[in-house]
């Protein structure tokens, strides 16, 4: 189960990493390119962090607390 806990933890900075990576500017050969790139980077990378957040308040709202 911790290995569960650990992939979540890494989930979670990973997509935190991408969101702050793709805000970063930076020289790009093409405009556009670079916008698009940085847009989808920033879209997997919320979506990385929605996954792993929604998996944690699950845990918790289900967890057997004493």
Do not use: C, H, K
Not at 12 to 18: C, D, E, T, Y
Request: hydrophobic residues 50%.
């Amino acid at each position: 189960m911790t290995y569960f806990w650990v992939g979540i933890g890494v989930l979670l900075v990973v997509g935190l990493g991408m969101i702050v990576w793709a805000s970063q500017s930076g020289p790009g050969r093409s405009g556009q390119d670079l916008s698009a790139r940085r847009s989808r980077e920033t879209q997997v990378g919320a979506l990385l962090v929605a996954v792993s957040l929604g998996v944690l308040v699950v845990a918790y709202l289900t967890a057997n607390w004493p």
